[in-house]
Structure formats: C-alpha cells, structure tokens
C-alpha cells in the first residue's frame, strides 16, 4: 500500500530552518522562523508562564483527562479575553492544539454545514490556510490584499472581488497583524469589509494569531469584537503560541458565535470534530493561560511583559525603516515603520533573497517576508546593508 504514495512538497519556512541550521558561518541571521527573539537572540520564557508553570508543579494532583472541549474556564478565558463581554450566551469553543489546530477544526465544521462553501483567502495568506483548504477537498478564491507597488493594502482590489462572495461562503480574515504582509485595514476599511459580507450574507472567520503584538491587546481584538457584533455567526481561530510565548505547548482555541438557541448544537458538533481528531486537547499550555487571567497578579505582570515585546517590535521596525532609508538614500522602505507585528514583505525579487541568503548569509521567505523580531540592534544596519548591496 505505502508504495503508492508521493513525496510531498517541503514546507518552505521548515526548510528554510534547516537550511539555516546547516549554515557554518557564525554572521548568519535567521529572518524567516515567526517566533520571538529578545535581543539576545534567545526565544525566552514569559515571567507569568514561568510562575504559573512553579504553581502548577506544586498543586496539581492528577494528569486525566480534560473534557472533549478542554477546560470550561479555559474557553471562557479566551472568550472573554478575545471578544470582552456580552458573547458568553452565544459562544461555543473548544481547545485546539494551538491555531492551526483551531484553523483545521474551524474548516471542518464549515464543510460539514456547507459542503458548498468556498473559503476566501486573502493573497496572500499564511501558505497553511490554503493548503489545509485544498487537502479537506473545499473551494478556495483568493480575493486582492496586498499591493506590492506600494506595500499597503490594495483596498480596491480587496472590494471588488469580495462583490464576488455568495451567501454561505466563509472569509478568512487576518484580525490583526497580517501574516506575511504586516499590511493592516484601518478603522474605516473594517467597516466597509463588514457591511460589504454583511449584505452579502458571509460568514466571517477570523485568523487571531497576534493579538498583543500589533496596537495592544485590546486594539488587536478591536476588528474581531466589531466582526462579532455585526454577524449572527462568526468563526474565530486563536493562538496563545506568540502572546503567551509557548509555542511548543500547542494552545488555541476555535470560538464559533451562534445563536442562544443553536449553540448547544454547535458546541455538540465542536465537541464531535475533537472527538474525531485528537479526542481531548493537550492541557498543559491550557492551564497556564487560565491561571495567568484569573490571577490578577500574574495578568498584570503578563499584560506588562507583552507590552515590552510589542515595543521592541515598533522600535526594531523604526531602526529598520531609518536604516534602510539611510543606506539606499530613498524612502523605498518606510513602509517598514507602519507595519504591524512580527512580519513585512520587503517587496524583494526572489533572486535577490537568494543573494541575501549566499553572500550574506541572511535567511528570509523567498517572498521577502522577513520577521522584524528576528533582529536586533546590532543587526539591524547589517540588514540594511545587505539589502542595499543586492538592489
């Protein structure tokens, strides 16, 4: 049987890391993994995972099981830390092994509502959406985000193919912190997103992987909770991968917004899918998250730490930014300065990415995605030099 099956393609960014890893020179720089870096270089551990995880350790007295749909006060922790208060009636959730666990369920549950909803994606998108999407056998339609002349958004674009949604199809929408293009709607562009699906009769399913690294915590939610406000159903998909900093403990959550009357139903097919998949979701990364919010102490400490990475980001993009304007003498790359999150797109030729990677041993995306928190200030100017060498 098993020699029937194909190689399949690598994934870019994993291969990507072991190119890196096999890479002797010691200047090297990795651009293209989206984990945190402090300016060290080191992926540290938050201050309130490290005091939640000592507590934990000392009274916790068993590892059975948790329910099919996690922890209760998990999910109400996500819940109201996501979408505040006034959707506790109406939100079904379960936990997932981190957001693409949550991303997969959320697909799931849509072809089993809609075998005939097509799933729109934003080009681009993280390669994962559309790849899960191909694999369930459902219909993807890329609609314009990204304009590459100018590294925003391309608005017009964005509106125009989004005429094209039919009642029923769902919208992957990045709620903040768009991955890989840091390229975010404003306020305004939100609202007209939002009364565009809603005469169309969408269903809109957020991607919320950043929260806490772009405006603020709340800000990030700010298009989510308007999103939950304007729609009888919305689906969302979270991580705490980047704001808890726990990556390996694979943690999310998938938030579907019914009806009061139909979210038994709901939470019944939620709890099904996990049944089906990985039967209960791990716990550990979990608790952590539920200790942290319902410890005043330990969120105030975890707000404050989360605070001082999303700084770091704004300031590492400003240094970018007035770099890179400094050694190319153009404001090609102010763009740097208004993106938000971990990522930008440099807007790059594949071949000059290539140039970066061999003469200068500097790793990124073979799109010009590169991840701002990767830097440093020492590194900083080596990047810009870099760039300006190979333009």
Partial sequence: MLETLHPQPQDKIL???????EDPRSSKIDLGVGVYKDANGLIPVMRAVKAAEKQLWETETTKTYTGLAGEPAYNAALVNMILGDGHADRAASVA???????IRQAL?????????????LSAPTWPNHPSIVKYLGMTGVEYRYFDVATSGIDFAGLMADLEGVAAGDAVLLHGCCHNPTGANLDADQWDQVIALLQRKGAVPFVDLAYQGFGDGLDADAEATRKIAAAFPEVLIAASCSKNFGIYRERTGILIALTSAERKAVVQGNLNFLNRQNYSFPPDHGARLVTMILEDPALTADWKAELEEVRQ????????????????????????????????????LTEAQVNRLREDHGIYMVGDSRINIAGLNAQTVPVLAAAIAQVI
Avoid: C, Y
């Fill in 312 to 347: 770091n980001m704004l300031s590492l993009r400003r240094q970018l930014a007035d770099a890179l304007r400094r050694a190319t003498n153009s404001d090609r790359f102010d763009f740097v300065a208004a993106h938000r999150g971990m990522f930008s797109r440099l807007g």
């Fill in 96 to 102: 997932t092994p981190g957001g693409t666990g949550a």
């Fill in 108 to 120: 799931e549950l849509i072809r089993m509502a809609n075998p005939k909803a097509r799933v729109w």
């Fill in 15 to 21: 291969q990507l890391i072991a190119m890196f890893r």
